[in-house]
């Protein structure tokens, strides 16, 4: 019986996030404008591993730990990235078709808000 349920367990945590899971993984488009007549956005990619691991990069930055979790009805990740001078915390939510998020610098004295929508698929052509 332990056997089995120690087979269960392992094969669980090798399996592939499920579709209802990944809704947060792929690439974004982030919008960190302070005015919203001048555009300012930078990528997020994320990866949600099995067993909770977050990879990818935020703002040209490598992911260096992150955690996601399903619950509550809503998919949601936390992980941290460098500028080299110092960490930066970000935390976002899925929520519908949107990212919504904040990150926090300490050593830069801010807290930001932010939204995010999917990047356009490579190759991709735009409605004319």
């Not at 399996?15 to 300012?40: I, N, R």
Request: glycine share 10%; hydrophobic share 40%; proline share 6%.
């Amino acid at each position: 019986m332990r056997v089995l349920a120690l087979l269960c367990i392992a094969a669980s945590l090798a399996m592939p996030v499920s579709a209802a899971e990944p809704g947060l993984a792929g690439d974004w488009v982030v919008d960190l404008a302070t005015d919203p007549a001048v555009p300012y956005t930078q990528p997020m990619q994320l990866s949600l591993r099995p067993g909770g691991g977050v990879e990818g990069s935020f703002y040209n930055s490598r992911i260096e730990a992150g955690r996601w979790k399903l619950d509550r009805g809503r998919v949601c990740a936390s992980f941290r990235t460098s500028d080299g001078v110092g960490p930066y915390h970000t935390s976002v939510c899925l929520e519908g078709e949107v990212a919504r998020g904040q990150t926090w610098a300490e050593h830069r004295r801010f807290l930001f808000n932010w939204n995010a929508v999917r990047a356009p698929a490579a190759g991709k052509v735009g409605a004319e």
